[in-house]
Every structure is written in structure tokens, then in C-alpha cells.
């Protein structure tokens, strides 16, 4: 093999290598097989109450009376006040206990903010007077990713009925690539991911807009794929080195 075929075999070898390697649109995730998207059975709110998590963190307030300092603190009548965990953050264990002041550890994951209120309220009626009990789960959000395929937010959800677009909004909106005909809710049923399409690109997804999301929903928009963009950035180095390799067998071809 001589030096000019030579050349030509390596630069051909490496481009070929290069090619193989492109990952185009590589970073879009959550493509669907079809039929693995529910397009008619999107729940518009949620069929059950909250339920606490392990790694849920979990603030409450305690009065006693049922909650007559309360009344007379907020009209000033009286400055008598019993609050317990009001500005401390308590975390849910993996074991799904959490451990409490006077009371110590107590099973909440798997109840509801009423029956955690509940089983608070009868766990510290043995140590006061009739207890008044409040309960907030202070760490519930859901991911959106807005869809320009890279960033993601995390949206704190600051009341329990946090609709779709809100969640949309302080994520900053759809943004430029992202496809409002194709957003997927991706929300855990029965400890399995359920993916829900939605499409808001036309006024009959008016309907969705107001829907409830629930703590850890993902929603997902499907971005634009840039395949100009990123084939010219995978074939420039190739046409680089071909350009490279035919200068340097048009110079071999000329000292010959």
C-alpha cells in the first residue's frame, strides 16, 4: 500500500469511527413505545389525599384547649402560647417513623395530613389538655422540565392545589423548543409510574390547565429536536479532517 492510499485509509477509517459516534438528540429522554402514553384517563384531581413518605419533612403546631391560645393570640387577649415543632422541620425515617418531642417516635408514612393530625392529637392528649394539633408536610414539589432538553426545575408545591399550569409558570414557562402538544405527567399509581399526554397547544387543553398536580409528579415537555444544529456540529470535524487529509495527499501528489 502505498504512502497516498495509505493516508487515505486512515483518514477514512477515523471518519467512519466519528460517524459511529455522533449521538444526536442523544440527550432527549423519555421516548415512548407506543401505547405506553394514557391520553384518556388523565385524572384532573387527585383520587386520594396526600399520603407522608419516608424523607418527607414534616412541620406542626400544638396548642392546648383546641386551640384557644390561638384565638386569643390572634386577638391579643392573651400572650400564652404552646407551640412545638411551628419553626422545626422533622424528618419521616426510611422505617416511616418520626421522632417528636415529649411523645418521641411516632408511624406516620402512609397517613394523610388529617389522620397524621389525628394520631398527633391523641398521642399528646396523654401530656395536655385537649391538644389542638397542625400538621404541614413541608417538602412536597414536582420536577418540571420546561423543554429545552437540558434544564430542570424543582417547584415547591406551597398548597395542596397547585394546578398544572402554576407548576408550568414558576418553572419558568415552555420555553422556546419545547412542544405544547406533547407533555407528558409521569405520576407514581400504586408504587408504578403512570404517564398521562397532554396536549396544551390548542384550546381544547384548556381542560387540562386547572388540573391538581400532586407532590413528586414529573412533568415532562418534549423539546424540538435540533438536528441541523447538531449534525453540522458532529459532520465539522469530519469535513475537517477530509479536508486535512486531501491537502496533505495533494502535497505528497506534488513532491512525487
Excluded: W
Excluded at 384565638?71 to 425515617?93: F, M, N, W
Excluded at 415547591?156 to 394546578?163: A, E, V
Excluded at 412542544?179 to 390548542?202: F, P
Excluded at 438536528?227 to 469535513?239: Q, T, W, Y
Aim: net charge negative; with cysteine; hydrophobic share 40%.
Amino acid at each position: 500500500m502505498n504512502r497516498v492510499n495509505r493516508v487515505f485509509f486512515i483518514v477514512f477509517s477515523a471518519s467512519f469511527l466519528m460517524l459511529q459516534s455522533c449521538g444526536v438528540n442523544s440527550n432527549l429522554m423519555f421516548k415512548e413505545a407506543k401505547g405506553e402514553v394514557k391520553f384518556d384517563s388523565i385524572p384532573l384531581t387527585p383520587s386520594e389525599d396526600y399520603q407522608i413518605s419516608a424523607d418527607d419533612k414534616i412541620k406542626f403546631t400544638l396548642s392546648t384547649n383546641n386551640g384557644t391560645e390561638i384565638l386569643e393570640r390572634q386577638t391579643g387577649v392573651s400572650e400564652k402560647r404552646l407551640a412545638q415543632g411551628e419553626d422545626i422541620e422533622y424528618i419521616v425515617r426510611r422505617n416511616g417513623f418520626v421522632e417528636l418531642p415529649i411523645i418521641g417516635a411516632v408511624h406516620v408514612e402512609g397517613l394523610s395530613i388529617e389522620q397524621c393530625e389525628d394520631t398527633l392529637k391523641a398521642k399528646y392528649g396523654l401530656e395536655y389538655k385537649e391538644p389542638f394539633v397542625q400538621v404541614e408536610v413541608t417538602n412536597q414539589r414536582v420536577i418540571v422540565f420546561p423543554g429545552n432538553g437540558a434544564d430542570a426545575k424543582v417547584v415547591p408545591l406551597t398548597n395542596s392545589n397547585t394546578t398544572l399550569m402554576e407548576a408550568l409558570a414558576q418553572a419558568g414557562g415552555i420555553t422556546d423548543r419545547g412542544k405544547a402538544n406533547t407533555i407528558k405527567l409521569m405520576r407514581r399509581v400504586d408504587g408504578q409510574r403512570e404517564v398521562y399526554g397532554i396536549d396544551l397547544s390548542t384550546m381544547e387543553g384548556l381542560k387540562y390547565v386547572d388540573m391538581i398536580v400532586q407532590a413528586n409528579d414529573y412533568i415532562y415537555v418534549e423539546p424540538t429536536p435540533e438536528l441541523g444544529k447538531e449534525i453540522a456540529e458532529d459532520i465539522v470535524p469530519v469535513v475537517s479532517l477530509i479536508s486535512s487529509a486531501i491537502f496533505i495527499i495533494s502535497a505528497i501528489n506534488i513532491l512525487k
